[in-house]
């Protein structure tokens, strides 16, 4: 969901409160006891609140090539769907029914996102203004 986060960041960079940051960019990873990642994740990633949101590196585990078709395909259905052209669900396979699911989640929550900051950054400027 890499190009979903840098689709968001670029629109207004929008707050990740509710989305996982990602190991690298995550404090409390980098600050957590452990020497390996698995203990890093065993340490922190257990216990947080967004770990239904982490997002896992793809690549790692089919490989960089193969992710990209994956990800090309997604979004494809996905602009497909999203014209109004209708999507046949016959002609998908389900894993990128599923695939297709969690990109709109990550799209969803970084919309909300944008639209929590945009408030607060109006109601901010409209208290100053009185």
Same mark, same amino acid.
């Given at each position: 969901?890499?190009?979903?986060k840098k689709l968001y960041e670029a629109n207004g960079g929008a707050s990740t409160?509710?989305?996982?940051?990602?190991?690298?960019?995550? $404090?409390?990873?980098?600050?957590? *006891?452990?020497?390996?990642?698995?203990?890093?994740? $065993?340490?922190?990633?257990?216990?947080?609140?967004l770990l239904a949101t982490k997002i896992q590196n793809i690549e790692s585990v089919?490989?960089?090539?193969? *992710?990209?078709?994956?990800?090309?395909?997604? $979004?494809?259905?996905?602009?497909?769907?999203?014209?109004?052209?209708?999507?046949?669900?016959?002609?998908?396979?389900?894993?990128?029914?599923?695939?297709?699911?969690?990109?709109?989640?990550?799209?969803?929550?970084? $919309?909300?996102?944008?639209?929590?900051?945009?408030?607060?950054?109006?109601? *901010?400027?409209? *208290?100053?203004?009185?």
């Open positions: 969901m890499a190009r979903v409160n509710s989305i996982c940051p990602g190991e690298e960019a995550c $404090e409390d990873f980098a600050a957590a *006891a452990g020497v390996t990642r698995e203990e890093k994740c $065993e340490n922190v990633c257990a216990g947080c609140h089919i490989g960089e090539d193969e *992710a990209e078709i994956y990800i090309a395909e997604v $979004e494809q259905v996905r602009r497909t769907r999203d014209s109004g052209a209708g999507l046949d669900l016959t002609t998908i396979s389900f894993l990128t029914w599923r695939l297709l699911l969690i990109y709109d989640d990550a799209v969803e929550a970084y $919309e909300r996102d944008l639209r929590l900051y945009a408030k607060a950054l109006f109601e *901010a400027l409209a *208290a100053r203004g009185t």
